[in-house]
């Protein structure tokens, strides 16, 4: 395929029922700020909140990205018989880890080395009080138990 030829993924792409980033679990967490729960990812409905220093459970997570249009500048083997072209049109997705990302060529999905610098990573939870709801991982750090490589 080449460019032009190419299925675009959706406008918001959701990596369900993933953990992003090499060493990434999921299990006991801790925050050492207060993160807001929403009663679903991307959602305005504030339903708690987790204190400084609580811990909670995190039990699952989806990555949502706006998919990146790309270009292929150098031939690259996607799988045994399947190749990217110089000049042919992909969508960056969500990241797996290591400088590998999660790439849409004319509607299917492989790894590939690029980053996406623009996803959100919604996390579904459980206090320690039982409430359920989902965090938008926080970017400052706040949390520990997240990655087993820390």
């Known amino acids: 395929m080449r460019e032009g030829s190419c299925k675009k993924p959706p406008e918001l792409y959701i990596d ?3 953990c992003p980033g090499e060493g990434c679990q999921y299990g006991e967490w801790k925050t050492s ?3 807001v729960i929403l009663e679903k990812p991307i959602g305005k409905r504030e339903i ?7 811990s909670f ?3 699952t997570g989806n990555v949502y990205v706006r998919p990146l249009e790309k270009i292929a500048s150098v031939s690259t083997e ?4 399947i190749f990217i072209e110089p000049g042919q049109k992909y969508y960056l997705l969500s990241n ?12 299917q999905i492989f ?3 690029d980053y996406n610098p623009d996803q959100q990573w919604w996390v579904k939870i459980k206090t320690k009080n039982g409430k359920k709801g989902w965090i938008k991982y926080p970017v400052s750090g706040c949390i520990s138990g ?3 490589l820390e």
């Open 16 to 18: 369900k029922d993933v």
């Open 33 to 35: 700020e207060p993160i």
């Open 48 to 54: 708690g909140e987790i204190k400084a220093g609580e």
């Open 57 to 59: 459970l995190a039990i």
């Open 78 to 81: 996607l799988t045994d018989s």
């Open 96 to 107: 797996i880890g290591e400088g590998i990302s999660k790439i849409w060529v004319n509607g």
């Open 111 to 113: 790894e590939y080395e």
């Open 146 to 148: 997240s990655d087993f």
